[in-house]
Every structure is written in structure tokens, then in C-alpha cells.
């Protein structure tokens, strides 16, 4: 898996954060640092690109949902303590459509898999850049 | 022989066993470099991959189903993984072979004639 950050511009600072590859327990954590490392130098907005991820695996859903608990200002996951506390995640955020993590473009098997997680509700999905930076 | 299955299928099949790897590398074997077989044929129109290990036994196909109606506060992620597998996949079903061990069967139908 690949990671890059684009700064952009909207009504509101926004960071593009852009998965390549596959997001698996293997990589999941560096998606959690990589947020967390923005989140701590002042990055509030996140548009997690998920165009080029070609697999997501409920540990990537996890890292989604602890980069939501991130930006909403919840402790994040303590990683050293391992998947106990990365299992421990769930609660601290408010219900309804998260506003400081978006989603963009993901490829039909990853959509798919966030339906069946019961995740999509959760997060606004969007498919175009300009319209996905202009909602925050 | 060769193994005859739609995309889609296979797709649904890796995400399945993606989990379930994962699941006995972590709470199995707890991350102890250890083996894995996992069997792949084809029984009729479905897909069926068996995974086993020598991990301490678990079924989880016992694990409780997870409540993904409720909202995101609530939401526990330890069974994501098994609740994956479950949705990916037509049946999961668990046994201790003769030899020991665990063994999940995971199966998966696939499309007619002319799979492609």
C-alpha cells in the first residue's frame, strides 16, 4: 500500500489522503499514523481517496473508523497496545454522517465491502474531487 | 483441474478468506510465525476453501453475529472480521479434523455454464 497527502483548499483546509494498494491487517496502522501525524500538525478535514485501493479488509475499516474518531477528537487507538485496543474503538462519535472524514471514489469490491460492514451510512460518498472538497 | 468461478465470486471468496486468515494469524497464533493450509476446490457450483491451523481450538462460527443496524457510537469491531466472512461467503462451517487443529470451510456458489 501507497499512501500520499495533497493539501487543498475548500471553504476549509482539506487533506487528500490517498490509498494505493491494498488497505489489510498488514498496513492498516500506517493509514492510522499517516491521520493521526496530520491530525497532530493541525489537519482537521480529511478526503480519504480510495479510488486506487483495491481491497479493504475490516482492518482498513478500522483504520476509517479510528481516523473518524481522530478527527473528531477522541483519543485514537493506542497501536503499541495492539488489537485489543483497536477492537476497543466504537464509541466516542457522534451518530449520523461524519463531518471531518469523507470518503472518495471507492472501486465497487470496496463499496461493496463497506455495505456489508454497515458503514456506508456512516460517511459521505463521493465521486467527484471538486464536489467532495467544496462539502466540508 | 482447473477451477471454474465468476469474478465476483472469487472476489467475495479472497475478502472471505482474507479475514479468516487474519483472524487465526492474530487471535490464533497471535501474530507466532506458524502455518496456515488452506485447500482450495470446487464442489459442485460452489467455490470451497478450507483453512487450517494448529492454533488453540475456536469455532467462530459461534461468535455472536454482529448488530451492524447499530449506530456508529455503539458499534464493537472485534467480529468485523467473522461478520465479513459470513456476508462474503453462502456458509462457514467449522470442525476439528482427526489430526487436530482447526478446520473453516468456507463456500461461496458460482455462476453456470459459461463461468468466466
Do not use: C
Amino acid at each position: 500500500m501507497n499512501i500520499s497527502v495533497n493539501q487543498t483548499q475548500g471553504r476549509v483546509p482539506v487533506a487528500v489522503l490517498s490509498v494505493q494498494g491494498d488497505l489489510d491487517a498488514s498496513n492498516y496502522q500506517e493509514l492510522i499514523a499517516k491521520a493521526r501525524e496530520l491530525y497532530h500538525t493541525g489537519t482537521h478535514q480529511i478526503l480519504l481517496d480510495l479510488s486506487g485501493a483495491s481491497f479493504v479488509s475490516s482492518s482498513g475499516l478500522v483504520a476509517i473508523h479510528s481516523i473518524a474518531l481522530l478527527l473528531h477528537g477522541e483519543q485514537p487507538p493506542d497501536l503499541e497496545q495492539g488489537w485489543s485496543a483497536i477492537h476497543a474503538v466504537g464509541r466516542g462519535l457522534v451518530a449520523g454522517p461524519q463531518q471531518h472524514l469523507k470518503l472518495l471514489n471507492p472501486q465497487p469490491k470496496v463499496d461493496r465491502t463497506l455495505e456489508k460492514a454497515g458503514l456506508k451510512e456512516f460517511f459521505e460518498i463521493h465521486a467527484d474531487l471538486a464536489t467532495a472538497i467544496a462539502s466540508f | 483441474m482447473a477451477l471454474k468461478a465468476d469474478r465476483d465470486a472469487i472476489d467475495d471468496m479472497i475478502q472471505a478468506v482474507d479475514e479468516s486468515a487474519t483472524n487465526i494469524i492474530v487471535h490464533g497464533y497471535r501474530d507466532r510465525p506458524s502455518n496456515i493450509e488452506i485447500e482450495v476446490t470446487q464442489e459442485g457450483n460452489a467455490l470451497v476453501v478450507r483453512l487450517r491451523d494448529q492454533a488453540p481450538l475456536f469455532d467462530p462460527t459461534r461468535a455472536p453475529p454482529s448488530d451492524v443496524t447499530l449506530p456508529l457510537e455503539r458499534r464493537r469491531f472485534g467480529g468485523l472480521g467473522i461478520h465479513l466472512t459470513r456476508r462474503f461467503t453462502d456458509s462457514v462451517t467449522y470442525r476439528i479434523p482427526s489430526e487436530g487443529g482447526n478446520e473453516l470451510t468456507l463456500r461461496k456458489k458460482v455462476k453456470g455454464e459459461g463461468n468466466k
